[in-house]
């Protein structure tokens, strides 16, 4: 079974920094895939990024990126000019190419972002 | 919005009592997930449905079951409630059998066991 952890349960920067987020992983499969989630106060999951693990190149969107590092089993998210919105809980995810036991999370980062 | 409807938003049962959730996937979605956020246990994955039929199992409860059916909607039942099922049940979709794209969640249901 693979397991996803989260380091660090808590963060707090100033908006307009740069902060990154932790996640590793543990799995025996070669294939697979992982995702950042985030979850505001709604409560609403929403997927910020995604990465396919036979694609070498990190995955961007917008202000958001990783640092894949697949022999470590490193899954970190970058997000840049942080923004009051981007308080919320983020969730790294996993899951195999056969799908078989859905999506492995985290147990969240509470990042804060100050005004 | 993610397309994807859950309800009841918020539920307030006794113990030992029975409940159904429902959710509707958004439009074109052949696969429904269900997940349980709790504290003590993160989030968790529930079962897993396609196109009416059970796909997949993750750490559902013999008192939990589930069910999609020909509208491709899905129910969760969950009996002999505990105080310990006190959660947030999420129900998310995609349009694969296997989450190789983006799963749309919903807002969830806040069950609460008293």
């Known amino acids: 079974a693979q397991t996803v952890t989260q380091s660090q349960p808590e963060m707090s920067v100033q908006e307009a920094e740069t902060v990154t987020l932790s996640c590793t992983y543990d799995t025996s499969e070669n294939n697979y895939y992982l995702f950042w989630y985030k979850q505001p106060p709604s409560r609403q999951m929403i997927l910020v990024i995604r990465?396919?693990?036979?694609?070498?190149q990190n995955a961007t969107e917008n202000r958001f990126s990783v640092n894949f590092q697949k022999a470590a089993k490193s899954f970190s998210l970058k997000i840049s000019d942080s923004q009051l919105g981007d308080t919320a809980m983020y969730f790294c995810a996993f899951i195999g190419v056969g799908g078989a036991d859905g999506l492995t999370f985290g147990k969240g980062t509470h990042l804060i972002i100050q005004p | 919005d993610s397309g994807v409807t859950q309800t009841p938003k918020h539920l307030i049962t006794a113990t030992g009592q029975r409940v159904t959730l429902r959710c509707s996937p958004r439009?074109?979605?052949?696969?429904v997930y269900w997940y349980q956020q709790s504290l003590d246990q993160g989030l968790q994955f529930l079962i897993q449905y396609y196109n009416g039929e059970e796909r997949a199992k993750g750490n559902i409860l013999e008192r939990f079951s589930a069910q999609q059916f020909p509208d491709l909607h899905s129910e969760l039942n969950l009996s002999s409630l505990e105080l310990g099922d006190s959660a947030l049940y999420f129900c998310?979709?995609?349009?694969?059998?296997?989450?190789?794209?983006?799963?749309?969640f919903g807002q969830g249901t806040r069950l609460t066991v008293v």
């Open positions: 998310a979709s995609s349009v694969e059998d296997r989450v190789r794209a983006e799963a749309f």
């Open positions: 990465q396919e693990a036979y694609k070498q």
């Open positions: 439009s074109g979605d052949l696969s």
